[in-house]
Each structure stands twice: as structure tokens, then as C-alpha cells.
Nanobody, 124 residues
């Protein structure tokens, strides 16, 4: 059974940085598109970033472009989200997701596996 486990969330001040990690197991994740999504209280889950297994192509939401960086280490079955210049509006539960796709898609319905989420809180 494929499993994704996020870690690295926490409380940080505006302008600070955090690095989220997602540990994958039970599947051939080296050939999966991996993504990060987030959900703030009272809002729908939204796309943050994705990385394809083909040439490690990436895709970012406009709201995080230039501040966040997604990367992967297939040898370790890990996906990372480096978050810099954090803002209070980045506060949310962040979810890692994996899908059998070849493109770094924003479509959450394209993802087959999801983690339980990790809380990120940015104080003003």
C-alpha cells in the first residue's frame, strides 16, 4: 500500500523559511508526478507546486512562484518544498500527493495518493 508522510511544518514569523519533506513508500514514486497542495480553514484545497518524474519539470501556483521550490530525491523516495519569504496567507495544512502522471499537473483529481498533512502557521 502506497503511503506518503509529510514532516517539517511548524510556526514561523513573516519572512521566515520552512522546508517540508514528504517520505514516500510502497510505490514506484520515482515514476510519479509529486505535488504539494494546501488547505486553509474554510477554504478549498489548492495547488501549490508539482514536479514531474520526466526531466523534473516543475509547476507553481502564481501565489508562491519565486518563493517556494519543489524538488525530489528519487534515491531516497523524498519530495521537498522549500518555502522562503513566508507570509501569513501561506498559513494552511500542507499535503503531499502522488500521481501516475507524466506532467506536473495542478489538477488535484490527477493524484492517486495523499498524505495526512502538516500544519504551517506564519505569524504576522
Amino acid at each position: 500500500q502506497a503511503q506518503l508522510v509529510e514532516s517539517g511544518g511548524g510556526l514561523v514569523q513573516t519572512g521566515g523559511s520552512l522546508r517540508l519533506s514528504c517520505a514516500a513508500s510502497g510505490g514506484t514514486f520515482s515514476r510519479y508526478t509529486m505535488g504539494w497542495f494546501r488547505q486553509a480553514p474554510g477554504k478549498e484545497r489548492e495547488f501549490v507546486a508539482a514536479i514531474s518524474w520526466i526531466l523534473d519539470s516543475t509547476n507553481y501556483a502564481d501565489s508562491v512562484k519565486g518563493r517556494f521550490t519543489i524538488s525530489r530525491d528519487n534515491a531516497k523516495n523524498q519530495v521537498y518544498l522549500q518555502m522562503n519569504s513566508l507570509k501569513p496567507e501561506d498559513t494552511a495544512v500542507y499535503y503531499c500527493a502522488g500521481g501516475r502522471k507524466t506532467i506536473a499537473t495542478r489538477d488535484r483529481n490527477a493524484y492517486d495518493y495523499w498524505g495526512q498533512g502538516t500544519q504551517v502557521t506564519v505569524s504576522s
